[in-house]
């Protein structure tokens, strides 16, 4: 299958830092999507992004699909940002209904 | 609406003995997905289904087993716990995985088996 990894592991942000998180995947994708776990285990749709840019409030996200990587930015980080991140992606080719996490990027941000 | 929910919350196994993790969602979703999420790592998808009648192998299918009577819901089996599947179960529903649309995920069943 796919192969999704994402990077850094491990984060620690100030409160106020702006940070960049960045999914790489090793096939073309037909959909992309970002979640937050936050501290209580639930999982939180953050895009749906298989190209292109979008934002909503202090997030922003872009995936480069011909060069396989999406980037999510946080800006001005708040404590509820902390959490782990995760990038998912469902094969363009193959079986599109089959998505694919990567490990995920745990954010802890400091007051 | 509820979205995506799951039960139970919790609980705790012996080995051998076999559960039901129940999945409904209120949204009319054709996909349903379930995934298991070990300490420390991402998810694994187990099984999944295009719709009512249809399911499928993910990644990690073994020892589980899956049905899809109607559109809301959709059960996971699991006939002779076993330690290996001490983990945290996902539910997971989205209108048509090839449109793009978004997953939307229950808040998760923590099994343990001892």
């Known amino acids: 299958g796919i192969q999704v990894e994402q990077s850094p592991p491990d984060l620690i942000l100030q409160e106020g830092a702006n940070s960049t998180l960045r999914c790489n995947f090793s096939d073309s994708v037909n959909n992309l999507q970002w979640f937050h776990q936050n501290p209580w285990g639930q999982l939180i749709n953050l895009f749906y992004i298989p190209s292109g840019t979008k934002q909503n409030g202090r997030l922003s996200a872009t995936t480069v699909a011909t060069e396989r990587y999406s980037l999510l930015y946080i800006s001005s980080s708040q404590t509820t940002d902390s959490g782990v991140y995760f990038c998912?992606?469902?094969?363009?080719?193959?079986?599109?209904?089959?998505?694919?996490f990567g490990s995920g990027t745990k954010l802890n941000v400091k007051p | 609406n509820a979205g995506v929910t799951q039960t139970p919350k919790f609980r705790i196994l012996k080995i051998g003995q076999s559960m039901t993790l129940q999945c409904a969602q209120d949204?009319?979703?054709?996909?349903m997905y379930w995934y298991r999420q070990d300490p420390g790592m991402g998810l694994k998808l187990i099984y999944y289904s295009v719709g009512a009648g249809i399911t499928d192998k993910g990644e990690v299918p073994n020892g589980y087993n899956v049905s899809r009577s109607t559109t809301e819901d959709f059960p996971l089996r699991l006939e002779l716990a076993a330690p290996s599947q001490t983990s945290v179960y996902f539910c997971?529903?989205?209108?048509?995985?090839?449109?793009?649309?978004?997953?939307?995920f229950g808040n998760g069943t923590r099994l343990t088996v001892t």
């Open positions: 949204m009319n979703h054709n996909y």
């Open positions: 998912a992606v469902a094969p363009l080719n193959g079986n599109f209904n089959k998505f694919y």
């Open positions: 997971a529903s989205s209108y048509s995985a090839q449109g793009g649309s978004p997953l939307h």
